[in-house]
């Protein structure tokens, strides 16, 4: 479980999240929403324990989240961090030496879904491509909570409903935790079972999908459109 106790974080004097309280269920994909700057790769940088609240105090599993708290989270940073030397192999056989909860076999199967080839030079492949190959370094760890900032960034938008659709077969929600964030939220609103909203800052909503349609016939985008005026 994921537990984050008024936490707030500055940047020198900025304010980036301010006293947000939450519990995030297991078993359940969860969607990060709102607008650009508003917080939101903060929040799941929290989570994956990369960065330290200002006040407050963020639990995974009970365990105060810091850099130790990797062995049971996977993160993708919207941020480039592959080293451009390796092939699709090297990056794959670079990850499994660094978690040993990295399964290769799952790695080869969801780089096969993602059309990359073992012998392409990191160097020579295409902003989607990169974007492929962090999503399978990703998803291929047996790990409680997958954290994924942006995932669909620089994917052309022709492949990317094909691939968010594929990247949840890929995860065990038995045992498994998925919390993305997205601007483009209509892309990912149909798996989503729950959403946060954040804006500047602050905690604005936390909801299950199914209840917001139920209880206002809304959809989370047609909420974002309704309540971000």
């Not at 192999?89 to 799952?106: G, H, V």
């Amino acid at each position: 479980m994921i537990q984050m106790i008024n936490v707030s974080k500055k940047y020198m004097k900025q304010s980036a999240l301010k006293d947000i309280s939450l519990t995030l269920p297991i078993g359940k994909i969860i969607g990060i929403v709102g607008e650009n700057g508003c917080g939101k790769s903060t929040l799941l940088k929290l989570i994956a324990g990369l960065s330290l609240p200002t006040s407050g105090r963020v639990t995974v599993n009970g365990e105060t989240a810091n850099r130790r708290i990797c062995k049971v989270v996977s993160y993708l940073s919207e941020l480039d961090s592959l080293n451009y030397i390796f092939t699709v192999r090297e990056a794959l056989d670079f990850q499994a030496s660094q978690f040993t909860d990295f399964n290769m076999a799952k790695a080869e199967e969801i780089m096969k879904f993602m059309q990359l080839e073992p012998h392409m030079k990191i160097k020579n492949l295409s902003k989607g491509n990169l974007g492929r190959l962090k999503i399978i370094l990703t998803l291929a760890r047996e790990v409680p909570y997958i954290l994924m900032d942006e995932p669909l960034s620089g994917l052309d938008p022709m492949v990317r409903e094909s691939i968010i659709k594929g990247m949840i077969s890929y995860v065990d929600l038995e045992s498994q935790t998925l919390i993305m964030t997205s601007h483009e939220i209509t892309e990912i609103e149909s798996i989503l079972d729950c959403f946060i909203a954040i804006r500047d800052g602050s905690l604005l909503r936390m909801a299950d999908v199914e209840e917001l349609h139920e209880s206002e016939g809304l959809g989370v985008t047609d909420w974002m459109k309704k309540t971000y005026v």
